[in-house]
């Protein structure tokens, strides 16, 4: 056997270097200057600080001794096709001796060029050539083959799906599409759509963005608790003021004595979502935050957070004297960002608190007014995932026509919708081009990588009613489902298990 290197043009036509390589030089791969990393100096300390590493182009390079009759070619013709296939847009698959087929490892070739290293009569007269073949690749392989993840045509939120293992030294480029479900809507089709999508990939099974009022309850695939799952701050709301009308009083604490909430790799910076409803119709409506505290609970640690304004819910009719309708579902709400420390070895080394704080926007009060907490959704910032704020359903949702399918692509680096009419939610879009478009306008995020850490998929999603209009807040109305997909391509930073 021997080293086979097939290399691709853009157009298709493929040669194998491997058939004219000098096998006393031998091939370059370009591993040596992959990784780079830059250091920080200072003239009041010694030495230096790592300060970040990224990767760059890999340079390939191929010694070889092209021969007239190669590939059926002339000399000439030869040297024409290797420089038409060292171009932008071409790979290569890597096939050295004793490796399977298929596991050969593909290069994608950003440029790249044919050098003719010495031009000899001796050489010229027996129909031989001394070229050198130099390509920029991308700095890691993959291979070109698809491998699912997890799937399910039905998954509760706030919900999660548990990963496939995983292949590869490099974390793997993930698609993720995620669809509304007609079940999922609660109500008659064309009326209710998932408007808004939050998934993130965890690390364990210990990690659980979804925070019940237990603290931990309801999570996977139960989207409205039981009552006793519901933390409420019924008639007797009242008692908060009496430190002073309108401020903002402490409604609940998550301390660090309630693992596994502060269990290992749970650190970081997250983004809180609470799902709270406000009745009767008529209660003034309430405004809520959070925050981290320290172990004293004086001082608030790094955080970013907003307030936001919960309308009471109205069944129907009218919006009501405060100029919103959420209904009878749960209002979801974004309190904004959290930064949480990195726990120790135990999980009872962070002793800090995770505080939810509420108060009335009117001094009058409603004796009657029952708040109710059904929990709260941690989405990940700083790992692979991302938020769909609005657009799964289009042209808009005052005008639900479509409902959609979101498409995150980790190796075009891209998201779109796949619109489709609700009476034909199983048939297949991508075979009309005009009802594919980009979601970049309404996703933020990032996309699906899948390494060696990865273990679950985390979804959350809200629903906003189709009405002319559409001011009405997302809830959650009914029970939600939704359908999801990710499969990944494994990546190597040479070859497997090299």
Known sequence: MADNYYLTSPQGSQVNLGSWLDAEKGPDFGARDVLKQTFAESPFAEGRQFA?????????????????GGAGLSLDALHAVLSRSARPGAYIDLKPDGVPTAEMVRFDVIGGQVKLDDYTVHLQRVARRRLTVELETQPYGYWPTWIVLASSASV??????ALSSLVGDVPGEGRLVIQGTTASHGMAAGS????????????????????????????GGQSFPAGSEIANFGATGHRYYSGGVGSFVKLAGLDGGDAPFWAPLLGGRYRLFAVAR?????????QLTADLADELEITPLASNMQVATLAPAVASGSPGAYGAQPSLGFSLLDLGELNIPQPGASAGDFVGELRLWGKSASPVL??????????????????????????????SIGDATYAGRLHVRGDARDTRFHLFSSADLTADPTTNALRIRSAAQHYQGGYPYCGA?????NVMAGIRRANAGATDPLVNQANLTLGVSLVYRPRFAFLKGI
Request: glycine share 12%; no cysteine.
């Open 52 to 68: 970040f590493e990224h990767a760059g182009a890999r340079r390939m390079s191929f010694p070889l001794l092209a021969a007239s």
């Open 156 to 161: 509760g939120v706030p919900g999660r799906l």
């Open 192 to 219: 209710w759509f998932p408007d808004f999508l939050s998934w993130w990939i965890g690390p364990s099974a210990g990690v659980r963005p979804w925070l019940g009022p237990s603290p931990i309850s309801g999570f």
């Open 278 to 286: 406000l009745t009767p119709s008529g209660a003034p409506p309430w």
């Open 366 to 395: 409603a004796a009657t007014a029952t708040l109710d907490i059904a929990g709260a959704w941690l989405h990940r910032l700083d790992a692979p995932g991302g938020l769909l704020v609005r657009g799964l359903a289009q042209p």
């Open 453 to 457: 850490s990865a273990a679950y998929l």
